[in-house]
C-alpha cells in the first residue's frame, strides 16, 4: 500500500517562499513523482515532476520559481516554491506511480497514488 502525506503548506505574502515535503511510505517499483495542484474551479495541473533517474521536469509557467527534489533515501520528495505570486494559491498534492513513462510526468491522469494535499495561499 503506498501513501503520500503532504505538508508545508500555508500562508504567505506575494513574492514569498515556501517548501512543501511529501512523505512517501510502501513500495513501488519503477516510479515517478510529481507535485500538482488544483485551484478552485480550475482543473487540477501539474507543476513538477522527476522521475526515476533524478531528473526533472517543469511546468513552463514555475520553471524557475519552483524546484523539485527528492530526499537521500527517496522517500521524501520536495517542493521549493520562490518568488510565489496570488495566482499560485491552490491546494497542492504530490502523487506517484509505477508506470510512468516519458511524456506524461506532468499529467494528473497518469499517477494512480496521492496524498490529500495541503493548501498554500498567497496574499497580494
Known amino acids: 500500500q503506498v501513501q503520500l502525506v503532504e505538508s508545508g503548506g500555508g500562508s504567505v505574502q506575494s513574492g514569498g517562499s515556501l517548501t512543501l515535503s511529501c512523505a512517501v511510505s510502501?513500495?513501488?517499483?519503477?516510479?515517478?513523482m510529481g507535485w500538482f495542484r488544483q485551484a478552485p474551479g480550475k482543473e487540477r495541473e501539474g507543476l513538477a515532476a522527476?522521475?526515476?533517474?533524478?531528473?526533472?521536469t517543469y511546468l513552463g509557467s514555475v520553471k524557475g520559481r519552483f524546484t523539485i527534489s527528492q530526499g537521500n533515501a527517496k522517500n521524501t520528495l520536495y517542493l521549493q516554491m520562490n518568488n510565489l505570486k496570488p495566482e499560485d494559491t491552490a491546494m497542492y498534492y504530490c502523487?506517484?506511480?509505477?508506470?510512468?513513462?516519458?511524456?506524461?510526468?506532468?499529467?494528473?491522469?497518469?499517477?494512480?497514488?496521492w496524498g490529500r494535499g495541503t493548501q498554500v495561499t498567497v496574499s497580494s
Open positions: 502523487a506517484t506511480d509505477d508506470r510512468c513513462t516519458r511524456g506524461t510526468y506532468l499529467l494528473p491522469r497518469f499517477y494512480k497514488y
Open positions: 522527476i522521475d526515476r533517474s533524478g531528473s526533472p
Open positions: 510502501g513500495y513501488i517499483s519503477r516510479y515517478c
